[in-house]
């Protein structure tokens, strides 16, 4: 329990920090709508249904222009982002970072409080 309140108080806290940045260079692998499938910390891996919050509330929209719609607790901001067919750069709030990119998951790793806690995201087909 303490783990998915930790880890929905980060995914909070993350994506209120990206809500208003995202670049592409139109390649086909990143374009689409992204999900959160899991969040890990001190190696336990927990899935994103067991949080039990909607899919719906948190994503990533990657479109063919270089823009992108960010998604937090269900309310989304226009952005742009850049892809290099291994990571995907987000600016946020003057604040860059990487988000990694390997065989159609992207993973965004973050410190918070000196715990590392990575967040995976899938595309819908």
Known sequence: ??????????????FASIFCGC????N???????????????????????LGIDEDQFGLDFKDSSNCTVTL?????????????TSVDLTV???AYKLSY?????TMVLN?????????FTKQR
Not at 1 to 14: A, D, E, I, N, S
Not at 73 to 85: M, V
Not at 112 to 120: G, T, V
């Open 28 to 50: 086909a692998e990143i374009i689409g709508k992204w999900v959160p499938t899991t969040a890990k910390t001190d190696g336990e891996t927990i899935s994103y249904s067991e």
């Open 23 to 26: 670049g592409s260079n139109g």
């Open 1 to 14: 329990m303490k783990v998915r309140v930790m880890c929905l108080v980060l995914c909070v806290f993350v």
């Open 93 to 95: 709030n003057g604040t």
């Open 73 to 85: 607790a269900g309310i989304s901001c226009d952005s742009a982002y850049t892809f290099n067919g």
């Open 102 to 106: 390997d065989s159609g998951v992207l």
């Open 112 to 120: 918070y409080d000196n715990n590392r806690i990575e967040f995976s």
